[in-house]
């Protein structure tokens, strides 16, 4: 699947604006956003579910960019709620009064990492010549 097709379909909404003609240009966060949906996709979740799980982590690192950890509880197929750092508590077991059906807690340290060094590979390849 290609990243302008799935853009498109308006499934994955994490990356950058852009408009016609204009390349998108991608920051540290959107790129661990898009590592951790092409995993999903990869992993076989459908488009609009890892787009979105993609959507809140960017968004939770936006509100936190050096987060190691986004922590995702979700009430509901369409309900959850984010939170940069690890902020789970078990004891917690409703939120907005519905109950919490399941925890995703994702560790940002070693995709942060691997994005770091692609950017950093890609910038020395261009100033190699």
């Given at each position: ?9 308006k ?7 852009t408009s016609p ?6 920051d540290?966060r959107?790129l661990?956003?898009l590592?951790l ?12 579910l ?6 809140e ?5 936006t ?11 979700h009430?509901?197929?369409e309900?959850?709620y984010t939170?940069?750092g ?34 950093e ?9």
């Amino acid at each position: 699947m290609r990243l302008s097709d799935v853009i498109a379909s308006k499934d994955y909404t994490a990356a950058p604006p852009t408009s016609p003609g204009v390349s998108r240009l991608f920051d540290e966060r959107d790129l661990i956003a898009l590592t951790l949906f092409t995993q999903f996709d990869g992993a076989g979740y459908p488009a609009r579910l890892a787009g979105r799980i993609a959507q809140e982590i960017r968004d939770a690192l936006t509100t936190e960019p050096e987060a190691e950890f986004v922590t995702l509880r979700h009430n509901g197929p369409e309900r959850s709620y984010t939170a940069p750092g690890v902020h789970f508590d078990p004891e917690v077991t409703k939120l907005s009064g519905l109950p919490i059906l399941f925890t995703q807690i994702f560790d940002l340290r070693n995709t942060r990492a691997l994005v770091r060094l692609m950017i950093e590979d890609e910038f020395n390849t261009k100033h190699d010549d």
